[in-house]
């Protein structure tokens, strides 16, 4: 059984920064792309960020500039580090192992003042 575990979620001002991770132990985790999808009250998930098996990052344009994916193979885990966040940002954030049905629980992101 896969399991893919995000943390690091919060209430957050506007211009605050989080850095939630996403763990996958027991997992291959270095032949697959990660990525993340956060999902807004009522709204579909949507990408933001992925990271290839072959460290090349990609961004949605709304998040350009402001995150930024990273992955350690060693700990199988992969980090999304937000800056700058906008109350447009709040969602629930999930981790995703590309190609795949495996998906974390995901985190509550809030962004208010």
């Known amino acids: 059984q896969v399991q893919l575990v995000e943390s690091g979620g919060g209430l957050v001002q506007p211009g605050g920064s989080l850095t939630p991770p996403c763990a996958a132990p027991g997992f291959s985790f270095s032949y697959y792309d990660m990525a993340w999808y956060p999902q807004a009250t009522g709204k579909q998930r949507e990408f933001v960020a992925r990271i290839s098996s072959g460290w090349i990052p990609n961004y949605a344009d709304s998040v350009e500039g402001r995150f930024t994916i990273s992955r350690d193979n060693g700990i199988r885990t992969v980090v999304l580090q937000m800056d700058s966040l906008r109350p447009e940002d709040t969602a629930v954030y999930y981790c995703?192992?590309?190609?795949?049905?495996?998906w974390g629980q995901g985190t509550q992101v809030t962004v208010s003042s």
């Open positions: 995703n192992a590309e190609s795949t049905d495996y």
